[in-house]
């Protein structure tokens, strides 16, 4: 079993819709969790950080993190084209340094 | 925000030569940098861990001979695949821990074609 799972997709949805994007954890130690999008031939690029249990809001971008559940989401508001893209969940624990463990990618289309 | 540059962003060598890829932390000192591997449609697959001043620590099934890490200041680590095969070829990225908290910064990848 991994021990981050992450539906590959792909979504994919209309312009204006709510996306909501999950992710599932085994490692009880998992501390930060990060969302990243990824363009297509792009490096990924950091959309959101959060410690331990808790919201965090950004825009259009919310994360959501359910530690009693071992269970990450980011919802993605008023969706637009231009969030077509892979979304990569990672998570790390404290004893790990910067080492990140993945899920596998949610594939995400936004259809005008 | 905190900036990781690679380079080259597409590379294509012949078969059998060595080519060099860069990653530089432009606006902050990174004493840890990570050298990942993508597939097509695949998630990032991590080959090695670079260490300023320090030999890298290399992931199960990775060949430290044929990738070769230098990590030789706090700004700069490069991966060097010798002797080059068309298997080879993919998309190789570095990341680097930002300067705030336990952020994780990505290069923006280096496609190398081997022919």
């Known amino acids: 079993q991994k021990e981050v799972e992450q539906d590959p997709g792909p979504l994919s949805v209309p312009e204006g819709a709510i996306v909501s994007l999950n992710c599932t954890y085994s490692?009880?130690?998992?501390?930060?969790f990060m969302w990243y999008r990824q363009y297509s031939r792009k490096g990924p690029e950091l959309l959101m950080y959060?410690?331990?249990?808790g919201n965090k809001e950004d825009g259009r971008f919310t994360a959501q993190v359910d530690k009693s559940s071992k269970y990450i989401s980011l919802f993605i508001r008023d969706s637009q084209p231009s969030d077509s893209a892979t979304y990569l969940c990672a998570m790390k624990a404290e004893t790990s340094g910067s080492r990140l463990t993945f899920g596998e990618g949610t594939q995400l289309t936004v259809n005008p | 925000g905190a900036v990781v540059s690679q380079h080259p962003s597409r590379v294509i060598c012949k078969s059998g030569t060595s080519v060099k890829i860069e990653c530089r932390s432009l606006?902050?000192?990174?004493?840890?940098m990570f050298w990942y591997r993508q597939f097509p449609k695949q998630s990032l697959m991590l080959m090695a861990t670079?260490?300023?001043?320090?030999?890298?620590?290399?992931e199960q099934g990775v060949e430290k001979d044929k990738f070769l890490i230098n990590h030789a200041s706090l700004t700069l680590s490069t991966l060097t695949v010798t002797s080059a095969h068309p298997e080879d070829s993919s998309f190789y990225i570095c990341?680097?821990?930002?300067?705030?908290?336990?952020?994780?910064?990505f290069g923006e990848g280096s496609w190398l074609t081997v022919v």
């Open positions: 959060t410690y331990s249990s």
């Open positions: 606006d902050f000192q990174a004493t840890t």
């Open positions: 490692n009880s130690a998992f501390q930060y």
């Open positions: 670079s260490n300023e001043g320090s030999k890298a620590t290399y």
């Open positions: 990341s680097a821990s930002g300067p705030v908290g336990n952020t994780i910064y």
